[in-house]
């Protein structure tokens, strides 16, 4: 059995753990992000913790092969330096050569979606699927293709920000990225949350009524709580959040062809009803041909998806000679 470190950099924390090649994780730790503009400062926590975790594979008589390095944002074609990126300080950093004089290891480092796509695909344990396509669904909407195992790499060395293609013209909302009717702003939890907010206002729900006056403002999560209270104005919000995803997943299929679609993200939790407007949606406006295949299900790592998919990465990259691997 072969192990490696992943770690899973975000803007508020990083996520690291001790991850076999089947993806258990035998350790981990969760470290705070450093608010500073020093690339050096705010990786050094993080290099600390993969110390911490090293000592305990070396506790257990266990080597570490690799390191892994999910990252929040787009790297450069050579996937060493950082190149736009949700930690400022890293933007432009060689982070990859960094990792590797530091730790004496082979290093693998990918955006943070990529990485934990990979993870979910594995997960599945079964080589039924081969194009699986990951949707996280949080503030924003991630989405990555995986056929055979491996990332498709369409632009910025990700599958593409497919989040923002139109689904609803006629809207006046504005994702933060500027375009007008993406799917983020009628599916993600910020539009959850905005629904909710004027669902609260006007007094269609009570429940989230109460919630505006004791917290000041409502979010994706209390819409979902008050939908799983049956709250009728939350669930309709939920409803309709799921029906505009199962339109992307449509609008996706014959581009992307999945046959499996892992759904996971804060909002994937939001209960079965979301989940069947999404499915329904799907098969109700897409291509009977793409759409009748796909199985739709919940991804199932959580947070931990990030840092598996970055360790299950150096691994691959580091597999010894003589045992069948892909190219890239
Ligand atoms: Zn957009």
Known sequence: MRYAIGMDLGGSSAKLGLVSEQAAVLGREIVATPESGDPLLVLQPFAEAVDRLGALAHARGLQVAAIGCGVPGYLDPSRTVVDKNNIAALDGFAISPWLQQRFRLPVAVDNDACAAAIAEAASTGSDRHERVLSVTVGSGIGVVLVVGGDVARIMHG???DAAHIIVDHASRERCPLGCRGCLETVASARAIARLGQRAAESGASPLLAARLRNLGSVTGLHVSEAAAQGDP??????????YWLGVGLASWAPIYEPDLVLLGGAVAQAG????????????DVGYPFFVDRIEVRRSTLGNDAGMVGAALLALRQTRPPGRCHAAG
Do not use: F, K, P, Y
Request: aromatic fraction near 4%; glycine fraction near 8%; charged fraction near 15%.
């Open 158 to 160: 990700v599958t593409g």
């Open 272 to 283: 079965d009803e979301w989940l069947a407007a999404a499915t329904a949606a799907m098969r």
């Open 233 to 242: 104005a939350a669930l309709q919000i939920i409803r309709q959040a799921g």
